[in-house]
T-cell receptor, first 116, second 110 residues
Framework: GAVVSQHPSRVICKSGTSVKIECRSL??????MFWYRQFPKQSLMLMAT?????????EQGVEKDKFLINHASLTLSTLTVTSAHPEDSSFYIC????????????FGPGTRLTVL | RKEVEQDPGPFNVPEGATVAFNCTYS??????FFWYRQDCRKEPKLLMS???SGNEDGRFTAQLNRASQYISLLIRDSKLSDSATYLC???????????FGKGTTLSVSS
């Protein structure tokens, strides 16, 4: 299957700092990438949809100025959590699709963010 | 009504048991259907896509009933390694995000 990588896998930072998370599709070109967030014992919640070369589309309630998304190429999307606070601590997961017939999406291994 | 609903479980079964998970979705325009598996503190991994005619992959059988907006997953001969959370996932057009159920937790014991 398709491979999606995420970096870093774990981040611990102080409140007020910014954290950048990278999502890469390694063996396919991703027309669309998605960013999800998952709190403990909760389902994945979509944060934003990212298309290469255009502005990301954010879900209701997700602050676009706080969660900056850049999709510079067909294999790379980045999520920057600006001025992180403890309530931003969560598991951030990206997924990517090449837009095939069944729209299968493949997930990165996730980034566990802890803000102290 | 939630977009994708699943029984959260947990389902506790012995090795070798057969277990079935059900899922309903609210958007009749949904076009693609999947079962993902998520292990604790890991990312979801695609288990199988669900096709209109139903499909089988080894011990796993998935079925789709569009009229009832219902999806099922059957696991035969459960293994200890099947213990995980199983996510029912649907979406609409290609390029749109997946909509996840909250998952059903399965625990297989020896």
């Amino acid at each position: 299957g398709a491979v999606v990588s995420q970096h870093p896998s774990r981040v611990i930072c102080k409140s007020g700092t910014s954290v950048k998370i990278e999502c890469r599709s390694l063996d396919f070109q991703a027309t669309t990438m998605f960013w999800y967030r998952q709190f403990p014992k909760q389902s994945l919640m979509l944060m934003a949809t990212s298309n290469e070369g255009s502005k990301a589309t954010y879900e209701q309630g997700v602050e676009k100025d706080k969660f900056l998304i850049n999709h510079a190429s067909l294999t790379l999307s980045t999520l920057t959590v600006t001025s992180a606070h403890p309530e931003d601590s969560s598991f951030y997961i990206c997924s990517a699709t090449s837009g095939g017939q069944y729209n299968e999406q493949f997930f990165g291994p996730g980034t566990r963010l802890t803000v102290l | 009504r939630k977009e994708v609903e699943q029984d959260p479980g947990p389902f506790n079964v012995p090795e070798g048991a057969t277990v079935a998970f059900n899922c309903t979705y609210s958007n009749s325009a949904s076009q693609s259907f999947f079962w993902y598996r998520q292990d604790c503190r890991k990312e979801p991994k695609l288990l199988m896509s669900v096709y209109s005619s139903g499909n089988e992959d080894g011990r796993f059988t998935a079925q789709l009933n569009r009229a009832s907006q219902y999806i099922s997953l059957l696991i035969r001969d459960s293994k200890l390694s099947d213990s995980a959370t199983y996510l029912c996932v649907v979406n609409g057009q290609a390029g749109t995000a997946l909509i996840f159920g909250k998952g059903t937790t399965l625990s297989v014991s020896s």
